[in-house]
């Protein structure tokens, strides 16, 4: 199970009115350590269906979200909890280092 996508049209939808956590990737094409996360991040969603929903954002298709919530440096990770900001997560890590980061929310 892979990712799935989000854009500033979808936004709101999707992460802003979401029931539950919401993780948003935010990467670029050009990004190498992205490449890394982007299939750990699948393989959390796939292992944790009902707990989490993994969305990516295209940060240079989306500039305007970039720019609101600060991402400077990619990749970057924010869990939406009710519309709000809960916990960020910036740069690579290996798989267990994100479980933890993550675990309030895969408990």
């Keep these: ?21 919401i993780l948003v990737d935010f990467w670029a094409e050009w990004c190498g350590p992205c490449r890394m996360v982007s299939p750990i991040l699948d393989q959390i969603q796939a292992e944790n269906p009902d707990k989490i929903t993994i969305l990516k954002l295209n940060v240079d298709e989306n500039p305007d979200l970039a720019m609101k919530y600060q991402i400077t440096s990619i990749p970057a990770m924010k869990v939406f909890n009710k519309g709000e900001v809960e916990t960020t997560i910036i740069g690579a890590k290996p798989k267990f280092a994100l479980e933890q980061d993550l675990a309030p929310y895969l408990a």
């Excluded at 500033?8 to 029931?19: G, P, R």
Aim: proline content about 5%; aromatic content about 4%; glycine content about 4%.
């Design 1 to 21: 199970m892979t990712a799935k996508a989000t854009n500033s049209s979808s936004w709101a939808e999707d992460v802003l009115q979401a029931d539950g956590p």
